[in-house]
Nanobody
Framework: QVQLVESGGGLVQAGGSLNLTCVAS??????????MSWHRQTPGNEREFVAS???????DMSDSVKGRFAIARDTAQNTVFLQMNNLRPEDTAIYSC?????????WGRGTQVTVSS
């Protein structure tokens, strides 16, 4: 089993930046097909994919955040980061971290990001 803990959310003005952190309780990136991902969700809407990073170093980003967000990792600390720049009010959501760890999915509780106009 894997526990995930997110942090770094908060309130920021449009155009500002936040850096989210997700720490896993297990080694994730030592296996190339394990991944850590970020998703976001607003009330009444489905969860939306934001970004992912695999143990093999492959990244994937949603078109809605390309050029503004970046995903990175600290393999030794079992940590993934989501650097969010030029934030917009429509980025307001609960951001959750997940991992696909040897074929099993695990989720964190999420962290709230609120962008004011």
């Amino acid at each position: 089993q894997v526990q995930l803990v997110e942090s770094g959310g908060g309130l920021v003005q449009a155009g500002g930046s936040l850096n989210l952190t997700c720490v896993a309780s297990r080694n994730i990136f030592t296996f190339q097909f394990n991944t850590m991902s970020w998703h976001r969700q607003t009330p009444g809407n489905e969860r939306e994919f934001v970004a992912s990073l695999s143990g093999g170093g492959i990244t994937d980003m949603s078109d809605s955040v390309k050029g503004r967000f970046a995903i990175a990792r600290d393999t030794a600390q079992n940590t993934v980061f989501l650097q969010m720049n030029n934030l917009r009010p429509e980025d307001t959501a609960i951001y959750s971290c997940s991992t696909l760890w040897y074929g099993k999915n695990y989720w964190g509780r999420g962290t709230q990001v609120t962008v004011s106009s």
